[in-house]
């Protein structure tokens, strides 16, 4: 293994265990449950970056596999009472949805624009649909959905297949952690592969992909669904950390969010999607915290600012930009230490 | 035979633009395609991969009708297309894009295919590291040419490809082209402008007008130097 690679999977492999286990001895609960929700976020803004980033599915509605994940979790964990097979619901009914949904989709040649018409529709649905359930004729077994009410006091993760033994904040945040290195690192061994390959060519042109003997809609759909399992994984977690969800998870706004955080991090990266879903969140944090300025309207504001100043996102800007400064003048010493050797050119 | 096209029709919405294309190729054969721009040619390539679906009329390869098949099924079969404008991966480096015309087959490994191309294409070998989409016009020609052969087709579909290529590139994909066809048996159809190159190439050329094949000259016409004067009457 070069030394490249080793820094690349080293360096981020130590941070995020250092953070695992190091931020629930340092922080007070308060904050370690806003740093549990941020983690939580980029989970889900992972999500996005691997089917938007590298599979080139311009999915504006990530947030309906997340409100799915959630909601399947909530309602099942309610009626088994045990939080094990949630767990498994909650990351495997998105996948199914968006399998179902990528099918209609890609097998139907849907260009991409509709693409993401489509899928920002459907979260629109799955609003609106769960946001008119709040009579208690609506259940399912014995969980109120509750429409926009929402859906509280929604039982807590406990340890596998042992009810009584609930975790508690801190070790929620250990598995938000723990799961967002999982998918980061996970992410990362699917583009190593063919698959990951083959993913990222599509991106690049469908059509091309298929002259040399690929399925491109496969792999999209196959791309599509494993994008909204993780999404449905941070639902699972979203709802531990609250104890509670309702209809505005699946709002656009919490779709636009994810995007923006996509984009201000850097499209076709991984880490950039983690900055940038931690650093807004705890923006949207600092600023509901005073009236001076509206959340959205800054988020907007930023919004426009990446789009015209920082088109790629931080993350390639500054591997760009500054990683070139910093290695010029390495490159520079190397030329004139070249130029200086006997026979070398002046 | 390697492929046998019988009455095949292609349009596009409501234009037809094939209208009962039929020939054969057999196993090993090299064959031009000439016509004028907006005849056919490129279409024919298109039908024949599947990029577009034929209306009516059937494509037999290597004895299955594959008329129905989408594009990645007929490339997995055995037909390498190497379109017009190259349509090489841009962000991708030379050896990714090569890895990624590899298909399985056999006991041909991926190494082992990647490792004949880069020997049959010194001159790519030296730009691995590269981002395709930085290489001249004519490397990216080869690279299109060399990603597509890392699949170990059996019939490759060459559309104009010595558009735009400096005189060099062009020899050196005469000389592979040549060398495949010779040495290992590799089936070629070319759609080409270019007189010299076809001739160079082909053992036999069809014309085709207004999406019919019209004519044929065979390999002795073209060693006779006909097909400039033919080309000259027809096209």
């Not at chain 1, 969140?281 to 509206?294: C, Y």
């Not at chain 1, 504001?301 to 003048?329: A, C, D, K, N, Y």
């Not at chain 2, 577009?52 to 059937?58: H, P």
């Not at chain 2, 020609?141 to 005189?167: S, V, Y």
């Amino acid at each position: 293994m070069s030394v490249g690679r080793v820094v690349s999977y080293g360096v981020p492999a130590v941070i995020g265990l250092a953070l695992l286990i190091g931020l629930p001895q340092l922080l007070d609960l308060f904050v370690l449950l806003q740093v549990t929700l941020y983690v939580v976020m980029a989970i889900l803004a992972l999500s996005l970056a691997f089917v938007w980033g590298y599979g080139g599915i311009l999915c504006l509605g990530q947030s309906a596999f997340f409100g799915l994940g959630a909601y399947a979790y909530a309602i099942t964990a309610f009626n088994i009472g045990e939080s094990s097979l949630p767990v498994v619901i909650a990351i495997l009914l998105p996948t199914l949805f968006a399998a179902a949904l990528g099918y209609l989709m890609f097998y139907g040649r849907i260009s991409e624009v509709y693409v993401g018409v489509i899928t920002l529709t459907v979260t629109l649905i799955l609003f609106n649909a769960v946001n008119s359930t709040a009579s208690p004729e609506y259940r399912i077994g014995s969980a109120l959905i509750g429409g926009y009410n929402g859906l509280p006091n929604v039982p807590s993760l406990n340890f596998p297949f042992d009810p009584d033994n609930t975790l508690q904040p801190d070790d929620v945040y250990m598995v938000a952690m723990a799961t967002l290195l999982i998918v980061y690192f996970g992410i990362r061994w699917i583009l190593r592969t063919r698959f990951g390959r083959v993913l990222v060519a599509i991106r690049e042109n469908e059509r091309r992909v298929e002259f040399i003997g690929f399925d491109a809609r496969l792999h999209k759909l196959a791309a599509f669904a494993l994008g909204a399992g993780i999404a449905g994984a941070a639902g699972c977690l979203f709802v531990n950390w609250g104890s509670y969800v309702s209809p505005t998870i699946f709002s656009m706004i919490q779709s636009a969010q994810i995007i923006i955080w996509v984009m201000v991090g850097g499209v076709g990266t991984l880490i950039g999607p983690i900055l940038g879903a931690v650093a807004l969140s705890w923006l949207t944090a600092e600023v509901g915290t005073q009236h001076v300025i509206n959340a959205d309207i800054l988020f907007g504001g930023i919004l426009i600012v990446f789009v015209l100043l920082v088109p790629r996102g931080l993350v390639p800007m500054l591997t760009e930009h500054v990683w070139s400064r910093v290695m010029q003048p390495r490159r520079k010493v190397a030329v004139a230490a070249k130029l200086a050797a006997p026979g070398g050119r002046a | 035979m390697i492929l046998d096209v019988d009455d095949l029709h292609a349009a596009y919405g409501r234009i037809p633009i094939l209208n009962g294309v039929s020939f054969r190729v057999s196993d090993g054969e090299t064959v031009g395609i000439l016509g004028h721009n907006g005849m056919g040619k490129t279409t024919l390539l298109k039908t024949l991969i599947g990029h577009l679906s034929a209306t009516a009329g059937r494509i037999r390869f290597s004895g299955t009708d594959v008329s129905r098949w989408p594009s990645y099924r007929r490339a997995r079969a055995g037909i390498g297309y190497v379109p017009q404008g190259r349509m090489i991966f841009p962000a991708l480096t030379v050896y990714e894009n090569l890895r990624m015309g590899f298909i399985a087959r056999g006991d041909w490994s991926e190494e082992n295919a990647v490792n004949d191309i880069r020997a049959r294409f010194p001159r790519l070998d030296t730009l691995l590291d590269r981002a395709g989409g930085t290489l001249s016009g004519g490397e990216q020609q080869l690279l299109a040419l060399a990603r597509t052969l890392c699949g170990h087709p059996k019939l490759l579909l060459l559309d104009e490809p010595t558009e735009g290529i400096q005189p060099s590139i062009v020899d050196d994909i005469i000389e592979i082209l040549d060398g495949l066809h010779r040495f290992d048996g590799l089936t070629i159809i070319v759609v080409e402008q270019s007189l010299d190159f076809i001739s160079a190439l082909s053992q036999r050329v069809l014309l085709i007008q207004k999406g019919t094949i019209t004519r044929e000259l065979s390999a002795e016409q073209l060693s006779a130097g006909a097909l400039a004067d033919e080309l000259g009457e027809t096209v």
